[in-house]
């Protein structure tokens, strides 16, 4: 909540990153300990490193922040409040499928069993990712190139 | 109803749907387009623990897998994002979404 409502965009990332500490926490709860540190590796380190830098770059503060009319920000609140009613009233008439032999696994979500099924079922599906980051990386350079000429400035 | 550790898959779901909505409360809410990046972030971690949970209530390691993917691609358009936005910043020097209004109608 302190991301949506804090001036300025920097403690904005400050929580974010609070917040996804929080959900790594939630992570190796869930006997995920490789998806914890991947998304610590991941979302705390690189994402925000890249949040924080573009944020610096730009040179941001508070007086830059623009403002929206009172207006905007009651109808976003009310569109927000009117999902969170919706997915509760969805949710509630649902019921779950009780797992009866929901008895965890030794190794369940360690580094093996997840390689193991990564590379026997998904492996498409990650050759698909390694070409995406790669195409995005390249746009990303390319877009973030500075513009040799035609700049009519 | 139980997960390993005798949490409720409920809670998850409930904070799931918490997460998304102040992600959705943030894009509507804030005018910064990088503040707008950081609550699309945030709704994809809430999809990211709504799968992490159910793959672990359902003994189904293919969940995290997903969950992997998802970050893999958040990371792409992360990159691709930020270089655009750096972009839009070096052409108009600010970061006001109102001012990218060409595209409208």
């Not at chain 1, 905007?72 to 927000?80: G, H, Y």
């Not at chain 1, 390689?115 to 990712?129: A, H, K, Q, W």
Request: hydrophobic share 55%; with cysteine; net charge neutral.
């Amino acid at each position: 909540m302190l991301v949506v409502f804090s001036k300025s965009a920097v403690h904005s990332v400050l929580y974010l990153i609070l917040t996804f500490f929080t959900i790594a926490g939630h992570y190796v709860l869930l006997n995920a300990e490789f998806l914890a540190a991947v998304h610590v590796i991941v979302y705390a380190g690189a994402i925000m490193v890249l949040f924080l830098y573009v944020i610096m770059l730009l040179n941001l503060n508070q007086e830059s922040e623009p403002h929206k009319s009172n207006m905007l920000k009651f109808a976003a609140a009310i569109c927000a409040g009117a999902l969170l009613v919706i997915l509760i009233g969805s949710l509630k008439g649902t019921e779950l499928y009780n797992n009866e032999s929901s008895a965890v696994l030794a190794d369940f979500g360690t580094v093996k069993s997840l390689g193991r099924i990564l590379f026997n079922e998904y492996l498409l599906p990650f050759e698909v990712t390694s070409v995406l980051l790669m195409a995005s990386m390249i746009g990303a350079v390319m877009l973030g190139k500075p513009e040799k000429d035609q700049d009519t400035k | 109803m139980k997960t390993a550790q005798g949490i409720p898959l409920d809670y998850y779901i409930w904070l799931s749907a918490a997460l998304f909505t102040i992600g959705i409360l943030g894009v509507l809410y804030r005018k910064n387009a990088i503040v707008i990046f950081m609550c699309i972030e945030l709704m994809l971690n809430a999809v990211n623990v709504l799968l992490v949970a159910f793959s672990n209530y359902y003994n189904d390691a293919s969940g995290q897998v997903f969950v992997f993917f998802i970050m893999a691609v958040a990371a792409a358009e992360v990159a691709v994002g930020l270089a655009i936005l750096i972009m839009t910043y070096r052409n108009t020097k600010t970061t006001d979404i109102e001012v990218l209004n060409k595209l409208k109608w």
